[in-house]
């Protein structure tokens, strides 16, 4: 199935670019309310499932057994951008848990927030596996370890028992049984598993609103949703989409980027959960599309709609900070239309 | 007209991405040789054209006034790393016409080398506009403007005589009329106008043979091409595609990338030139497309096919160095068929 236009890259009098992509908005009862493109194709939610990931945490009772509050639950289901305070925070989960960043197995990279990256240079020091933007999932998960017992080591295996609660997880919410046959390793080592676009809305309908989900997983969904909300920095940060939308919105928007242009999210409130994939890869296109999205289905407010253009409509500037383009998204993206919108 | 396919993301068992493209391959008397997706539509090559943009500084006598060889001349023509070397040839061509990096109007960034960036960072330093990957280009542009003896200031605009200059070169070669209502303005503040994917192409195998230009042009492109063979280091840096292809294969390819995902080149002895875009403007792509396009029309030894195999079909590796996947070229670009090529 062909993917429709859906972000348009404009520079001058030209569209520069353009970014195709699916896009599957669901209910909690799983009924369709927005499918353009492929929703049906697996894709590889990457680090947008991390709010799912991270339902162990809680569900195992680590998360209470090491204190934990809003800024470690955020960050477990965080890709942060290696920020001093996102690594203080890894570092103290894991100390909780009677471990360093030794422990973490998703290898090093520098942050991807320049300022701390350039102060890290600058201070003669090096990016360790704590700088990861998953460090704080890969605490989450090594508490989940230790709080069963089990030997951490290998954790990010398929086969490790942390994996495994991971992926029962993801099967659970998104109602389908994920396979080896579609199966990729992520940046951060651990599987990730092909599930269509449908199925990851549905999971964040699900997420969003605890509808049809037990009561204490339900209950431990409230409980990562809360603490995004309340520190949306640690699950993100200074100034990244994520952070900025949940600042914005609070508990009215769950947003969660992911590698190669997925993005998912639920809204609450509005008992609907998101996702979407630009099909080359783009978080610039992604992110013009959940911005999209959201506009379309939460009631904004005019300062609110006003804060939103900036991600729906982003500006590009130049070297000399002057504004060359910007993107857009597609018609079809961005108008609701009563017969394609149910609800 | 639709774009197809090009190039494929893999990861684990799935194709987790797509990417589109047009492609253009034409002999320098014009006929096409290949043709995929949307060659007629204006694209604006970004930094592609470089070395087009370069023939002011020979053909105006500045390269000889100013003493520059092919280190200089190879700046001129480069998107590069801002590594320390590229910044001292940068310097050294403007201090040739009495100038120095407060001159240059093309706005700074940190080097896009990391290792340049972090060293700089922790030297205590900030970015200026020499590490800007065009200050080659824009120092070529300020000699050119010392040598008429014009005022330098403004010469970023396209009224400027040095910007008049450069879009006569652009015409010339591409044998059409640009035009203000195809018109944006470049990362460096100069210009960029729409040119049809052929009309580049047609440039490029013109500029890569010098058939059909007049003898001063065609020498001062052969000096230009000689100069890229010869130092192509200075064309991007360290592990660049443009760098290391060149390195490869001397003056038999000339590469040059963009912005935006597009990419121009020339195959001397076999009288072509390339111009290539990626949809959605994805480098990563534009890069295989222009690996898979050398590989299909260049005479290769065992050797130099290996070698290129990793620009042709990359592999992408995760943070702790696992080999989680790579891209590879649509058959459609790789195959070389009887009455599709016809040369």
């Keep these: 199935m062909r993917n429709p236009e859906l972000v348009e890259v404009l520079r001058g009098s030209l569209v520069e670019s353009r970014h195709r992509g699916a896009v599957a908005v669901i209910d909690a009862d799983g009924a369709a309310v927005l499918m353009l493109g492929d929703g049906a194709a697996p894709v590889f939610p990457r680090s947008a499932v991390k709010p799912l990931q991270a339902l162990p945490l809680i569900e195992s009772g680590a998360a209470d057994r090491y204190g934990f509050g809003d800024e470690e639950l955020a960050l477990a289901c965080a890709s942060h951008g290696g920020e001093p305070a996102h690594v203080a925070v890894a570092s103290r989960m894991l100390a909780r848990a009677g471990l360093d960043g030794a422990a973490l197995e998703c290898g090093a990279h520098w942050p991807s927030h320049q300022a701390s990256s350039q102060a890290l240079a600058r201070s003669g020091g090096a990016p360790s596996a704590l700088h990861n933007n998953c460090s704080g999932k890969h605490a989450g998960f090594l508490c989940v370890a230790c709080m069963a017992g089990v030997d951490h080591h290998g954790y990010v295996a398929a086969g490790h028992p942390v994996q495994r609660e991971v992926r029962a997880a993801i099967e659970a919410l998104t109602g389908i049984g994920v396979s080896e046959d579609q199966c990729g390793i992520d940046g951060c080592s651990i599987p990730t598993w092909g599930v269509p676009l449908t199925a990851l809305a549905h999971a964040f309908a699900r997420f969003g609103t605890g509808r049809g989900l037990p ?43 992911g590698a190669e242009g997925v993005f998912c999210g639920a809204l609450p409130d509005q008992g609907l959960g998101i996702a979407l ?67």
């Design 215 to 257: 009561p204490a997983r339900a209950s431990a969904a409230a409980r990562l949703r809360a603490a995004c909300a309340a520190q949306p920095y640690f699950v993100a940060g200074t100034g990244r989409f994520c952070s900025e939308v949940m600042k914005l919105f609070g508990a009215r928007v769950l947003a969660k980027t």
């Design 277 to 343: 994939k630009c099909e080359d890869g783009a978080s610039r296109a992604a992110e013009v599309m959940m911005a999209a999205l959201i506009a379309r289905y939460l009631p904004l407010s005019g300062d609110e709609r006003a804060a939103l253009e900036r991600f729906m409509r982003p500006t590009l500037r130049n070297w000399n900070g002057i504004a060359v383009g910007g993107l857009r998204p597609a018609t079809m993206l961005s108008s609701r239309r009563p017969g394609i919108d149910n609800p």
